[in-house]
């Protein structure tokens, strides 16, 4: 299992680190310019980020991810309705699915949904609560001898060690001319330049790398995936869940005290529209000349 070291893990050539966050190594590369977590060594790391604290502590990740369920869903039908231009429903894997609400979002539009979720406890309340048929396992060892009309990965590729070797095996499980839909943070977004190295998306070991709209397309297009569409994605949260990022995110700082004020003055409760500009989707679709064997995202 590679380790996130000196070398970018899209072209290989040499990064330099620009600066610290959360104590990890924050490298450039000096090729392709993509920015990637160092990290010294990715042996259990999806075990130790993504167990159930991840999905109920706060932090970097959910205070409450099953609460946030029905914005999620209603996230997956909104997805839906944007693919809908480009393809009708058919069948699909949601990589990354945690409980399945996304993926849930599409079944109720008429997709046939399959998901691959690594930490067990979510996949189980997939299948068990919303229905949805969820393998509880990594991307890295998910083998399916099935071919999918739309593979999505929404908020997960900065989250692998290879993200390289993870859209390689997202093209091998999508059908020739099939799609392929990917939403993530954009590094290059006015909101990403203006906060720099304070930016809330620094927030290793959870986040591992960080795209640009052209990063994304440049490694779609080396592995047989042509850009088709792409936009920003009208997102919603939970207060809850914005509040918690916020505090992760000043928790070292000496504003936190005045964060935390007019912070407790938000009902937890409360829905949000997502104000800023750094997050975007892409909608892809696959070469008939891409090969049909899916390249495993081993890390």
Not at 27 to 37: I, N, S, T
Not at 254 to 264: F, G, H, N, R, S
Request: glycine residues 10%; proline residues 7%.
């Amino acid at each position: 299992m590679p380790t996130l070291g000196i070398n970018c893990p899209l072209c290989a050539a040499e990064g330099r680190i620009c600066f610290e966050a959360h104590g990890y190594p924050i490298r450039d590369c000096r090729a392709c310019g993509h920015r990637w977590a160092g990290l010294e060594s990715a042996e259990g790391h999806v075990g130790s980020v993504y167990g159930d604290a991840y999905f109920e502590s706060g932090g970097a990740g959910y205070p409450d991810y099953l609460g946030e369920g029905p914005l999620l869903r209603e996230h997956g039908r909104r997805y839906a309705g944007l693919v809908s231009a480009h393809a009708a429903p058919g069948t699909m894997l949601d990589v990354g699915c945690a409980a399945g609400f996304i993926l849930r979002g599409f079944c109720d539009a008429g997709w046939t949904g399959v998901g691959v979720e690594p930490n067990a406890a979510m996949a189980r309340f997939g299948r068990e609560t919303l229905g949805v048929e969820i393998a509880a396992s990594t991307f890295e060892d998910y083998e399916d001898d099935r071919r999918f009309d739309l593979v999505t990965m929404i908020q997960v590729l900065p989250h692998f060690v290879d993200p390289r070797r993870a859209v390689a095996a997202a093209a091998g499980l999508t059908k020739p001319h099939g799609l392929v839909l990917v939403e993530t943070w954009d590094r290059r977004s006015w909101t990403a330049r203006l906060t720099g190295r304070h930016w809330h998306e620094y927030s290793p070991p959870s986040v591992l790398h960080w795209f640009s709209r052209a990063g994304v397309r440049a490694l779609a297009g080396e592995l047989g995936l042509v850009e088709i569409a792409r936009g920003r994605p009208p997102k919603r949260l939970a207060a809850s869940h914005a509040k918690s990022l916020i505090r992760h995110k000043f928790s070292e700082s000496k504003l936190k005290p005045l964060i935390d004020l007019p912070l407790a003055l938000v009902p937890e409760r409360l829905t949000l529209p997502y104000p800023l500009d750094d997050v975007f989707w892409a909608l892809f679709r696959r070469s008939a000349a891409t090969t049909s064997e899916p390249a495993r995202a081993t890390s």
